[in-house]
């Protein structure tokens, strides 16, 4: 019986798979670089688990000045990164399949949050889930009073005992008053 290729061992760097931020960076590049993208990297302060750097590479193909322009992130939860850069890798690596109109340009992202790819974490260096706060902090958040009445019982500031109770008895009194699917 034929066994299964585990595609992120293999040596072979045309292909877009890879478990580890540095193949997933070093093919992504090899393909970008093939599709005549023009390339820039921004650098991360901080390092990888092997002490090396780590960065978010951008690649862009068609004309600068495109009117229509698609952007492709990858990695914004950190540990997924390596399914978004094989995307990208891999549609960059089928160049000859397509062909851009004139009109539109393609920004490509790699691994945006690199360190959390890096570290296999979701969020940030700073613990932070980037898809939950692509929020504009100087501006007012949205009204949600729906949500501020029941918060009180989905999270609680501090795990204490005390404060646990306080918060299971919040969610418990919402959820009665409201109904068990008002709440899920
Ligand atoms: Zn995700």
């Known amino acids: 019986m034929m066994q299964p290729r585990d595609l992120t061992q293999s040596a072979d760097t045309s292909l877009p798979f890879a478990l580890d931020y540095a193949t997933m960076r070093q093919r992504f590049l090899a393909a970008a670089r093939a ?6 990297e921004h650098i991360h302060p901080l390092h990888g688990p092997d002490g090396k750097t780590i960065a978010t590479d951008v690649a862009m193909i068609g004309q600068a000045d495109a009117p229509k322009l698609m952007v492709m992130i990858s990695g914004t939860h950190g540990v997924e990164g390596a399914y978004g ?5 891999a549609w960059l690596a089928q160049k000859a399949n397509w062909a851009l109109p004139d009109d539109t340009a393609v920004l490509m992202i790699h691994l945006i949050n690199p360190w959390g790819t890096a570290w296999s974490r979701r969020v940030n260096e700073d613990n932070v889930d980037l898809n939950r706060n692509f929020i504009d902090w100087t501006a007012r958040p949205p009204e949600n009073p729906r949500l501020c009445r029941t918060a009180l019982g989905l999270g609680c500031a501090r795990l204490g005992w005390a404060g646990r ?14 109904g068990q699917t008002a709440m899920s």
């Open 85 to 89: 850069s094989a995307c990208q890798t």
């Open 35 to 40: 599709a005549g993208a023009a390339l820039s």
């Open 165 to 178: 109770i306080a918060a299971d008895d919040a969610l418990a009194e919402q959820t009665q008053a409201k």
